[in-house]
């Protein structure tokens, strides 16, 4: 028997982990979950590393992570058999990579079922002709990562996943669902006996402490994003749209390898119109980098400012920094915003309005209220952790006089703080 030259797929579970392990198990015993099952698109990324293509085609239930309490047990990854491909560059760190491919028909076109009445898989992972010509490397390649998997598949995503949750030892038990919708279906997969927990905004409470490999990302989003910002904000001059602006930032984007989400140009509290000499304006711009937001706010004048102008933006930067320095593991947001208006009321700045938020794999990466919750209740609940990413946002509107910005994308550490943008928060002025 000659020996297997296929070439090796390791690197298909080589991706560097985003998930906050240590910060999962903890708060999934606060929740006494045994699982974490994840739906959406964002949350899938989060817990396998893995920005899949299916789950961004509108296709949802397509793909799935599952991340099981108990330590020994193999956290799994769920996709289509024909999307294996993309594993070799958008790699996952999950042991566990269940394919499905479709239900085994008979020559009638009748669907095979198993003793227990289920569908089973075709075991074909590739449909595919191959051809009798030479193979290059990424032909090989291919049809490794093909062979790897086949005879392994299930013959639909919902039994793949009740292979992993089985593999998991969490087939009996109490698990939190992103969508609650995937729960009830399960049990008619043939797991009677879970136990499920609506855990959508639990992910976000997961998300609120960053890994250092999240860090990495946040910090590239928030530079590259400022570079759009100012690359925009070069553009502006009498006579611009301010629709403009926005479609400025996005194009940069483009050229940085990302892509720009939104940018709010404010002249006296609208987004419609042109730029007038004497205006001045809030610029707040979020734009996206492999999944993770950068978000930075910038004021700017077109013209020579006035001094009430000129005061506010002095006070917002003196007073955002006192904050950032006194921010520490275990502060809560409230006492922040508090302590921000606090300080700009002493600088003779009345109405300084200062709200954290977390920022990473959404603009608000934090617990968001649902159905008749309220907001507020959950604002005063959140403490800065070390690993905290977020903003301190900082518009003001003022009817009759304008309106203005200031934004900086901050890390919490035990010992400091770090920025990950600039904390250029000076007037930017462009000339008439």
């Not at 979950?33 to 293509?53: F, Q, W």
């Not at 570079?227 to 926005?246: C, D, K, S």
């Not at 990466?365 to 903003?391: H, I, K, M, R, S």
Request: with cysteine; proline share 7%; glycine share 10%.
């Amino acid at each position: 028997m000659s020996p297997d030259t296929s070439p090796s797929i390791d690197h298909i579970m080589s991706a560097k982990r985003l998930l906050n392990v240590e910060r999962a198990y903890e708060v999934m015993d606060k929740y006494g979950l045994d699982g974490l099952v994840a739906s959406t698109p964002v949350n899938i990324y989060y817990l396998s590393s893995h920005g899949g293509i299916m789950q961004w085609m509108g296709r949802p239930f397509s793909t799935f992570a599952f991340f099981p309490r108990n330590e020994d047990a193999p956290p799994a990854i769920i996709l289509s058999a024909v999307m294996l491909y993309h594993l070799d560059y958008r790699p996952t760190w999950m042991p566990s990579i269940q394919a499905f491919t479709m239900p085994l028909r008979d020559e009638s076109g009748n669907v095979q079922l198993d003793h227990d009445g289920r569908p089973v898989a075709n075991p074909k992972t590739s449909f595919w002709p191959v051809g009798d010509g030479e193979k290059s490397d990424r032909d090989k390649l291919q049809l490794a990562l093909f062979k790897a998997y086949e005879g392994k598949t299930s013959a639909t995503p919902l039994a793949a996943l009740v292979k992993a949750l089985q593999d998991g030892g969490a087939a009996k038990g109490k698990i939190g669902f992103d969508d609650p919708r995937v729960a009830p279906w399960l049990r008619d997969q043939g797991l009677p006996d879970i136990k499920d927990v609506d855990a959508l905004n639990i992910f976000k409470e997961i998300r609120m402490v960053k890994t250092e490999n999240e860090i990495d990302l946040l910090r590239e989003a928030a530079q590259r994003n400022e570079v759009a910002l100012n690359y925009a904000i070069e553009q502006i001059e009498p006579g611009y749209p301010l629709e403009e602006i926005e479609l400025a930032h996005a194009r940069m984007w483009g050229e940085l390898g990302g892509r720009g989400k939104w940018m709010i140009a404010n002249i006296d509290g609208l987004n419609s119109g042109v730029v007038s000499k004497g205006d001045f304006m809030k610029l707040d711009s979020v734009g996206v980098y492999k999944g993770y937001h950068g978000d930075v706010g910038r004021t700017v004048m077109v013209g020579d400012p006035p001094d009430s102008l000129v005061k506010r933006i002095e006070a917002d930067t003196k007073c955002s920094r006192l904050v950032y320095d006194a921010v520490k593991p275990g502060m809560k947001f409230s006492e922040a915003s508090k302590m921000f208006y606090d300080l700009m009321m002493q600088e003779g700045v009345p109405n300084g309005f200062g709200a954290p938020h977390n920022v990473g794999l959404e603009h608000t990466d934090q617990p968001w209220p649902t159905g008749a919750e309220l907001p507020g209740a959950f604002n005063d609940d959140f403490t800065f952790e070390d690993g905290t990413v977020y903003t301190l946002d900082m518009p003001y509107s003022e009817v009759g006089w304008g309106t203005t910005h200031v934004e900086d994308m901050i890390v919490v550490r035990n010992d400091g703080y770090e920025a990950l943008s600039s904390m250029d928060t000076s007037l930017k002025i462009r000339p008439v």
